[in-house]
């Protein structure tokens, strides 16, 4: 699986962006789908993630209620939907895949990762 994120940019605080992964291959329905991020001098964190069929969703406490991850399996293309951004959301967003129908909360269940897009958020 190849995965192609894009979406990023820069927004002032309070803002929104809808990051978009599309995915090759014919098997996009079987895998999990995540987003992870990691900002300058941190460790990556895991952001979102989603079951194969859309039916599971699953986030970190920090972006509760603001994100929402979803998927189009026709399309092959998993989206993270951003609102009320803060400054501390700005990082390197990746997706990633992972062969597995339940959602994924770990770095290590992912096996194949997107290049990443920047997301800046200005105070």
């Known amino acids: 699986v190849q995965l192609q994120a894009s979406g990023g940019g820069l927004v002032q605080a309070g803002g929104s962006l809808r990051l978009s992964c599309a995915a090759s291959?014919?098997?996009?329905?079987?895998?999990?789908m995540g987003w992870f991020r990691q900002a300058p001098g941190k460790e990556r964190e895991f952001v979102a993630s989603?079951?194969?069929?859309?039916?599971?969703?699953y986030y970190t406490d920090s972006v509760k209620g603001r994100f929402t991850i979803s998927r189009d399996n026709a399309k092959n293309t998993v989206y993270l939907q951003m609102n009320s951004l803060k400054p501390e959301d700005t990082a390197v967003y990746y997706c990633?895949?992972?062969?597995?129908?339940?959602?994924?909360?770990?770095?290590?269940?992912?096996?194949?990762w997107g290049q990443g897009t920047q997301v800046t958020v200005s105070s």
């Open positions: 989603i079951s194969w069929s859309g039916g599971s969703t």
């Open positions: 990633a895949a992972a062969y597995y129908k339940g959602v994924v909360a770990t770095h290590s269940g992912y096996a194949y």
């Open positions: 291959g014919r098997t996009f329905s079987s895998y999990a």
